[in-house]
């Protein structure tokens, strides 16, 4: 399995680098990255290999994307109520906005460009530190060396911001290729919630050309931080996406991530946790919904390393027609993290007889001293003795079918903490049913 | 007051060894020559030879597999590939010569023969050395006896089976066995026909640097029944033995047909062995299979349900303690509908061992109303062992049944405190927690096997305590 | 004789003192009831007693038959004929009742070789009396019983284990009013010149059918009054806040 990218050259870094007037160090890190990514195969895994399936995925000699767009944008959120807003539209920022109050503080959202300019002795730490993504993951590595737009957020230790984050990424362009970085990192002690969101843009169906779109999340949560991080993926059917994501949390930090994935020709997906810190945790509930031909391959990794971890992951996937989807996982417990809880849940529910479903949730463990260590999978349909029950109440089929496939999903969407997001995903889900 | 320690016997009770003279071996290594050495010795028909050979290419053109254990001590050059402990397949105890069957009067199978055992089969390193069945079964037409006996016997139910379900190209292992097999059972069970009591091989390594592999083919014919129970052990080496077999169960429609494997080799041996049943309409193929030693032993007894209807349940246990990686696990392929699978794995690990559990469940696309359901419970007793879990899950049809649920866990704290208070020791307390842990394993042998089972897992448990 | 001595006991778990100065003889013919309400350390008592390792004594001594049992693991103070029935058995699958029993047996009574048929006959005597169905020999270790049940198991388990010193901890709580009436008849029976048997219990209703010589009110790690079997009348009517005010008054 092989996976090429024209764009992939050094010249194309270096008219990156300069174009942004970058550091050495920067354009040094981006020609590291770039000589990773072709050096490294598709899946890092044995484990993995024969359930990781680029087939029909044709973006090896699409371009970058242009940043001439000029086009009306449709605020996503009109709400007013964020902290934070940025709007990212084919590679261009749009859109920024900071709360009056967040601006009193030592705040700080914006492009890596204003990062550097601003803060240059925080952007070399925060951008090319080199144990921000995982050391084996290919698409990591190109979001790294090619990226065009990146945006920083930025939290000093102790502040804590009750509001939303939005971060939003609109991208569509047909025959294009555009790769991004998202970087967080939460001071000791501070507290903020980050909704994610990468939406179509333009008219849907690229007129039978496949587009790329790339990006890393590098999350740092240092001592009793709490991150509560939303990311919901909802591209267009000719979009190819690879979502990187490596979280490191330190002692007693607490990483909250909540992912939907809706759309998309193949959306695949890597998040990597870190447990480093005694004390710190990751719950984690994800949320896959196919129809169409669209396929989704999720993977997680969460590595206990510091006493006391929690690990607490569930993923629910719902596959209607041709969709399908592959769900993997390994957690590991190091010799070193005594005491750790860790349970990594995979479900799915296959509508269609052409669906297709894969699960691997797989433990590695290396001490007897875990608290719990657990994981369950299962594959069902609806349960047809319910759907028979709601219609003798009156429920036509296909609604009474509808609303179980909510019954399904709706336990874990309650679990998420924030309510725009929980509005946004229900609403997602309810128009993602195919009758 | 009694304080003292109860005192364990600390030794792998099969580690011995012993001289015999070899009435005929090939030279270490493996060529081409070697491979049509071991043909002709057996003076086969030319279409085995020509499958030996395929084995052989294959094997050369495969490269190692990259996933499960370590493999990178193996030394295929410093192997032996074919030693012939005695001149022929004795029908009586009295016909084997005298070491080989002291050994096996050590390792008790002719006393389970006279107890319990509706045949047995006895290999000693390369070949079959002893085999008998029942009178009144044989005369109802079942067949057990060595592969190569059976490949002159029954040429062709041979040759309309062997290597259909595991072909010379299935993995590198398969097809080193395809090349320089050697012995093995053969059992047939005609239509209807129904055995009460096991039919039992065991299979001895007792050279150094010895290859073994066996070959068995196993046919249950429509409707019948029986049990098909093999053991086997290793002295100790320094260096290490390889063992390499294929199993083939066949299950005709309505056939329930019970496998069931102990193996209990000493800790130098790589034991790589490729298993796999087809179960044909309405069939139930159940699998026992348990490892306790081993360097490395990579296995996963595969059931493929090709018939509608038809039924599997796999119980898979492993042990590892100093020195020993078990990855094991059960594969459940659903091609027909209305199939049914479970598989239960249970695994211990202890001192530095590491216990996987690798499976794989898959249904294909037009397998409808499929249910299976997937237990796996890993138990360490120290902190210096380590358990993996890995299973695969590919789902091709919607109404697919598929529950996996995976547990690792120690022994709490307070179990062994509310046993000690009855009275039992520490290590006592731990063996029973364990022995009840793999009891669900135990309670489907055998009588004389559970029993010593447990005594092995308990000689085991109490060597490796840190 | 046989006696259970605990003196001045200072103990408690995960660093915590709850026992703060126990005395408390227990002598073979004695029936002693120790109450108390929830967390004044009655169950802390019985597992300190016991050996349980999370359990640290700071003070103090507990002596059988006059030598020390603080320093020996919890199976060598079972072997000395020490019994404690659990409030919260463990349950663990995979080891039948029955085999468990003869295991325990063994180790508690070598001096009684019994071959397993007249052993299991011995205890389908005591399932008899616990009004236990001979099949519950067969089933694992408190797996899956129920409450009741499991209450009856650790009752049977002092009967086949014919202990010297029985500490029954709750071994009341859970039950209806036959099992309870089962139980206490099978404590009854246990009863004898040469075993001590103290009852840990909540309530009193346990002790409307089996009558104590001595009955003890335990208030935060200690005991606070003694008396005979009238005592645990007068808790009935007023409950422990009486015990406990008037407990207050003495310790300032």
Redesign the interface.
Known sequence: MEFDLGCATEERVDELSKERGEPAYLRKDRTQALHAFRAMPVEPLPLFIRHTDLRGVDVGEVAPAKHGFEGAVTPVYDGGEEAAVAHVVEGQLRELRISEKLREHDFFLNEASGFLEERPKAAKGLLARPDSLPKDDKFGMMSRALFSSALVLSVPPRLEITRPIHLLWSFGDPSSALHTRTLIHLGAGSRASVIEEFVPEGSGDGNGAQSLFGNATEVYLEDGARLDHVAIERFSDHVVSFLTRQATVGRDGSFHQAMGSFGGFLTKSRTDCLLVGQGSRIRQVEVVYGTGQERYDNTNFVTHRGRDSVSDLLSKAVMQERSRSALKGVITIEEEAGNADSYLGQYSMLLSRKAKSTAIPSLEIMTNDVQRAQHAASVAQLDEDQVFYLMSRGIPRDRARRMLVEGFLTPIVEKIPLPDARKQLYDLIDTKWVA | MVLEQETVNREYKYGFRDDIEYVYRTAKGLSEDVVREISGLKDEPEWMLKMRLRGYSHFLERVMPDWGGDLDDIDFDDIRYYLKPSEKEGRSWDEVPDKIRETFDRLGIPEAERKFLAGVGAQYDSEVVYHKTLKHLEEQGVVFMGTDAALKEYPEIFKEYFATLVPPEDNKFAALNTAVWSGGSFVYVPKGVKVEQPLQAYFRINSENMGQFERTLIIGDEDCQFHYIEGCTAPTYTTNSLHAAVVEVIAKPGAIVRYTTLQNWSDNVYNLVTKRAYAYENSTVEWVDANIGSRLTMKYPSVYLVGKGAKTEILSVAYAGKGMHQDAGAKAIHLASDTQSRITSKSVSQNGGRVTYRGHLAVAKGARNVKSNVRCDALMLDAVSRSDTYPYMDIEEEDASITHEATVGKISEDVLYYLMSRGLTENEAMNMVVLGFLEIFTKELPMEYAVEFNRLIKMEIEGNVG | MTALEVKNLHAGVDGKAILHGLDLTVRAGEIHALMGPNGSGKSTLSHVL?????YEVYEGDVLLDGTSILGL????????GL??G?QY??E????KMGS?LN??YK??H?ENEMEIPEFFAYVDERMNLLKLDPSFGAR??NDGFSGGEKKRAEVL?MLV?APRIAILDESDSGLDIDALKTVAEAIDHFASPEVGILLITHYQRLLDYVTPDFVHVMVDGRIVRSGGSDLAQKLEELGYKWIKEEATVEVT
């Open positions: 016991m050996g349980h390792i999370r693991l919890p199976h060598y103070r079972a072997r000395l019994f404690l659990f058995p463990q663990v699958p995979g080891i468990f295991a325990a180790r508690m070598p694992y270790l388990q284990l």
